[in-house]
């Protein structure tokens, strides 16, 4: 029986003036999978991305979450949703600490009195948790009251995706998450990604690096002239075959079906 479809888009065309990004693209994320997706530059894949995380506003097409029609008009609408989005620049602040980072936005208030009237922070209870989050991804933090500045890349990308696998109740998005970082520390983030899916959380994976595509994915999206060309197995399929099919050289057909997932 086919895994439950958490996510899924359907005909997104998005017109800028007489650049077509997206025409008529489809998508379809499953639950507990990591789903890369890949393509050139201008294959849609940034634009099919944002319209997923209420960065952008589809022209046309319908995107529905656990078979419900959802109409995203920003980024917060997709949070309320329980999307999260991890971005390449990581969009943490270097000088507060990281228990500050992972509750940037969503502080907790003391109860009672101190917190309504007063507006005073549950910082204990912010520092527990956060703690926690940490933990429960098993990232190697001396303190949660460390600036995120004092961090590596590959711990200053792990605050970044453990602020989204504490929020995220439906899908954790990560667009490029590897790109800055150097072998040890991009591994350590692949680990990451795999602790998230374990969790329970289903993670698309946008990325331009074939070696960590294929090293934790579940399936490949692969994105080509503003649609969707093919969902692959990275099990049955050649990197050399994805790499084909993305940039136009063979067509998904000329794949053993086997390939196709």
Do not use: C, W
């Not at 319209?51 to 419900?68: M, N, R």
């Not at 990581?90 to 009237?117: D, H, K, Q, S, W």
């Not at 190697?140 to 504490?166: D, F, N, P």
């Not at 595509?213 to 969707?228: K, S, T």
């Amino acid at each position: 029986m086919s895994a439950t479809i958490v996510m899924q888009a359907s005909g997104l065309v998005k017109r800028y003036g007489h650049v077509t990004a997206l025409d008529g693209t489809d998508f379809e994320l499953r639950a507990g999978e990591i789903l890369a997706v890949i393509g050139d530059n201008g294959a849609g894949k940034s634009s099919l991305i944002k319209a997923l995380s209420g960065a952008l506003v589809p022209d046309e097409g319908d995107i529905l979450l656990d078979g419900k029609p959802v109409h995203f008009r920003s980024p917060i609408d997709a949070r309320r949703a329980g999307i999260e989005t991890v971005y390449q620049d990581l969009a943490v602040a270097p000088a507060m600490t990281i228990a500050e980072n992972l509750f940037l936005g969503r502080e907790l208030r003391r109860p009672g009195i101190l917190g309504n009237l007063f507006r005073m922070l549950d910082k204990r209870r912010m520092l527990d948790e956060s703690m926690a989050h940490m933990q429960d991804l098993q990232i190697g933090i001396r303190s949660m009251k460390q600036a995120v500045e004092t961090l590596s890349g590959g711990q200053r990308q792990g605050v970044a995706v453990a602020r989204s696998a504490a929020f995220a109740r439906h899908v954790v998005i990560m667009d490029e998450p590897t790109a800055a970082l150097g072998v040890k520390e991009g591994n350590m983030v692949l680990e990451l990604i795999r602790r998230v899916r374990e969790r329970g959380l289903p993670v698309v994976l946008i990325s331009h690096n074939m070696p960590h595509v294929f090293e934790v994915a579940d399936r490949i999206h692969v994105a080509r002239l503003g649609r969707r060309a093919a969902v692959l197995n990275p099990k049955r399929v050649s990197m050399s075959e994805t790499v084909a099919v993305m940039t136009g050289a063979m067509r998904p057909d000329e794949l053993s079906a086997d390939a196709l997932a």
